[in-house]
T-cell receptor, first 113, second 110 residues
Framework: DAGITQSPRHKVTETGTPVTLRCHQT?????MYWYRQDPGHGLRLIHY???????DKGEVSDGYSVSRSKTEDFLLTLESATSSQTSVYFC????????????FGDGTRLSIL | QKEVEQNSGPLSVPEGAIASLNCTYS??????FFWYRQYSGKSPELIMF????GDKEDGRFTAQLNKASQYVSLLIRDSQPSDSATYLC??????????FGAGTRLFVKA
């Protein structure tokens, strides 16, 4: 299994609070991604990173920010959580982008009340 | 909007039968195609990838790609109850973008 650890695995928080999710990899892969998965929508890309301090937005980036200060860590922050951000969040990694599959962490189930 | 479409299912097949899962995509420039299996409450797990037109076999799994018709399929031979899961089709459309379908639920009856 790809060495990807997400933390926390579960979190319940209140609307308006900041939340940070962590993705840690031991594969030394250059590319890291954050997705959310909601019923009927499949996996949707929030943000991605193509190197240390190099990040960009995905299709559903509003309300989210990311940081990557080390190759192995990719953080996703919800600055002020809203109920619409209740979801399962997956981190993924890949060694390249062309013809390279992504491998996923175990996910974080986030509930915002 | 670039899309990947899958029948949501559930697709129900008896044990030992062939399960056929289909996926269509809208971006003709797509080059890489992936199938993931996702058990309930778990993360997606890569089971097959295909880049060229035709068939690619790996054990009980066969991926089929037809770029002219813009579809990719996954066949599971000798289906087992342990194959019961949601199967996600993913299409790399270029750059950093991989589009995932919403998945097809497969149920294999013992």
């Amino acid at each position: 299994d790809a060495g990807i650890t997400q933390s926390p695995r579960h979190k319940v928080t209140e609307t308006g609070t900041p939340v940070t999710l962590r993705c840690h990899q031991t594969e030394n892969h250059r590319y890291m991604y954050w997705y959310r998965q909601d019923p009927g929508h499949g996996l949707r890309l929030i943000h991605y990173s193509y190197g240390v301090k190099d990040t960009d937005k995905g299709e559903v980036s509003d309300g989210y920010s990311v940081s990557r200060s080390k190759t192995e860590d990719f953080l996703l922050t919800l600055e002020s959580a809203t109920s619409s951000q209740t979801s399962v969040y997956f981190c993924a990694i890949s060694p390249g982008v062309s013809n390279q599959p992504q491998h996923f962490g175990d996910g974080t189930r986030l509930s915002i009340l | 909007q670039k899309e990947v479409e899958q029948n949501s299912g559930p697709l129900s097949v008896p044990e030992g039968a062939i399960a056929s899962l289909n996926c269509t995509y809208s971006d003709r420039g797509s080059q890489s195609f992936f199938w993931y299996r996702q058990y309930s409450g778990k993360s997606p797990e890569l089971i097959m990838f295909i880049y060229s037109n035709g068939d690619k076999e790996d054990g009980r799994f066969t991926a089929q790609l037809n770029k002219a018709s813009q579809y990719v399929s996954l066949l599971i031979r000798d289906s087992q109850p342990s194959d019961s899961a949601t199967y996600l089709c993913a299409v790399h459309t270029g750059g950093f973008k991989t589009i995932f379908g919403a998945g097809t639920r497969l149920f294999v009856k013992a």
